[in-house]
């Protein structure tokens, strides 16, 4: 009697072992197969935007896009440089989901499509540029007036050599030349009579290889367009410098904005999520723009 019943309390703990292997067993494929569920429903963002605007901008949204196309493969983002009105009227029509802009929304971009917002991703100075052989290295900015409004034709008479002044300025309907019309001509471009034998380029680049290719041209362009091949002159004493921007004291600077037609959604609002993000402006500083996010 007493074997069996030894026999018997052998075969349920057995039993019970076998049971709570079982169950162990059971519990941690549970918990694998949720892993892998929660996994498997993560989708990759997919999708083609267009930006289309400003020449300033095209460095900046290029470092972007290639850092955000690096970062979702399944994203095409296709960059357009045509100048800032015409970018903010592609994303106004529909034909852009961003527009930038290296200026901020006129009054009458505002009234004819109201759904327009904007943006600003970074700040940027617009500088005053000359040839490096250029002896100048300091105008006043009524100084500079007189030279856009064909007041001042001669570098001697500001203090340069015997030589006459090649002037360069932008196109209508240039973010850069708005920008350069209200914060050192005093007005708005429409306004300003613009001297007539100025040389018009369409383009950031194209104005400084002008300047770059004549030693009496000046011209205005980015800030972070400025390199070695041309010289960017002080203003009223104050050097063209990111910390001058930051500090005030450089008053030639504006915003560099993305513009949208109503909340942007899906892939563009993830870029714009980038741009504003850390990574982002660490991006934007690298483009030698000035990220607005600390």
């Known amino acids: 009697m007493n074997s069996l019943k030894t026999k018997k309390s052998i075969l349920l703990a057995v039993m019970s072992v076998m049971v709570m292997s079982a169950l162990l067993v059971a519990g941690c494929g549970g918990s694998t197969s949720t892993t892998t569920t929660s996994t498997n429903t993560t989708s990759a963002l997919k999708g083609d935007i267009t930006i289309s605007g400003s020449t300033s ?9 290639d850092k955000f196309m690096a970062a979702n493969p399944g994203v095409k983002v296709n960059i357009q440089a045509l100048g800032s009105s015409q970018g903010i009227q592609a994303t106004a029509e529909g034909t852009a989901q961003i527009g930038a802009s290296s200026r901020a929304l006129t009054a009458d971009e505002k009234s004819k499509t109201p759904a327009l917002k904007e943006i600003t991703v970074a700040m ?3 500088a005053v540029v000359v040839n490096p052989a250029n002896s100048v290295s300091d105008l006043k900015k009524d100084d500079i007036k007189k030279i856009y409004l064909g007041e001042v034709s001669n570098w001697k008479d500001l203090g340069g050599a015997d030589k006459p002044i090649t002037v360069i300025r932008r196109e209508d309907g240039s973010g850069t030349l708005d920008a350069f019309s209200e914060l050192v001509m005093g007005g708005k471009t429409k306004d300003i009579k613009y001297a007539a034998n100025a040389i018009v380029q369409n383009s950031t680049g194209a104005v400084m290889s002008a300047v770059a290719g004549d030693p009496n041209a000046v011209g205005f362009a980015s800030m972070s367009a400025v390199d070695s091949k041309v010289k960017s002159v002080k203003i009223d004493g104050v050097e063209a410098t990111v910390a001058n921007v930051l500090n005030g004291s ?6 560099f904005e993305y513009v949208t037609k109503g909340d942007a959604t899906g892939v563009a609002k993830a870029f714009l999520d980038f741009a504003l993000s850390a990574d982002g402006q660490k991006v934007v500083q690298e483009a030698k723009a000035i990220p607005i996010a600390k």
Request: proline residues 6%; charged residues 30%.
């Open 57 to 65: 901008m095209e460095e900046v949204n290029n470092a972007l896009a």
């Open 124 to 126: 940027d100075g617009i």
């Open 250 to 255: 450089y008053k030639a600077q504006r915003p």
